[in-house]
């Protein structure tokens, strides 16, 4: 199964991040997207040296539920952390279609419009960068 990666630079914007977040979330649970769609949030913070930066790893939230995602909202703090949200799609190859319609949906939705979105698919430069990446956020 061939994966395609999208790669969103939200820069400081931790709200908009949690937005898109959950807007993943609620696909996944209405569409019946489980092992379909699969996200990590990259945080890059400067190191105090300026010696450049370091990756922290994002954790999954281990809640569930709307009150989970309405105190992660609220108790999201103002950072200094670059976030990048990281997707793979991963559509069996009868689904050609729907892995398309995808591809052309997310980066249209509102808070993923402004993030830059970046495509990598199969067989471009970028696409063994893009999955060591994936694979390293755990």
Request: charged share 40%.
């Given at each position: ?12 914007d931790?709200?908009?991040a ?97 993030a ?13 960068d ?9």
């Amino acid at each position: 199964m061939a994966h395609i990666y999208m790669l969103f630079d939200f820069a400081k914007d931790e709200e908009k991040a949690q937005q898109a977040r959950h807007k993943l979330e609620v696909w996944k649970q209405a569409f019946r997207l489980d092992k379909k769609l699969l996200y990590k949030l990259d945080r890059t913070t400067a190191t105090p040296e300026g010696d450049g930066a370091k990756t922290v790893k994002a954790e999954k939230p281990k809640t569930k539920g709307k009150a989970a995602a309405k105190v992660e909202t609220e108790s999201a703090p103002a950072s200094d952390d670059d976030i990048k949200l990281l997707v793979r799609l991963g559509f069996s190859g009868h689904e050609k279609l729907s892995e398309q319609r995808w591809v052309d949906r997310i980066p249209t939705e509102e808070p993923f419009r402004e993030a830059s979105p970046v495509v990598v698919k199969p067989g471009e430069a970028k696409f063994d960068d893009m999955e060591k990446q994936f694979e390293e956020l755990g």
